[in-house]
C-alpha cells in the first residue's frame, strides 16, 4: 500500500470514529475543504507535514496517535519494495 493511501485511509477511519465528515474536518483543522478534498480523492497525491499536523489538531490526537496505526506497517513494506528495486 502506497504511503499516501495509508494516510488517506487513517484520516478516513479517525473521521468515522469521531463522526466527522470531511467539510466539518477541514473546518476543525482550519485547512480550506479544497485542500482536504483534492488529498482525499485522490487528485493530491501528497500532503505536506503541517497540513497532516493540522488534520491531527482537528482530530484531537497527536502526529504520534496519527502515526499508531498497522496500516501503516503495510505502507511501509511497499515503500521499501519500490526503495529496492531501485536499487537494483
Known sequence: MLLSVAIRQRI???SKQK???IRKLSK???IPYTTLV????GKGKTINVSTL???CL???ISLVDFFDSPIFLDALDE???S????ET
Open 19 to 21: 463522526n466527522l465528515s
Open 12 to 14: 478516513i477511519n479517525l
Open 58 to 60: 482537528g482530530l484531537e
Open 28 to 30: 476543525k483543522s482550519d
Open 38 to 41: 483534492n488529498f482525499m480523492s
Open 53 to 55: 499536523y493540522n488534520i
Open 83 to 86: 526503495t529496492s528495486k531501485n
Open 79 to 81: 515503500h521499501e519494495k
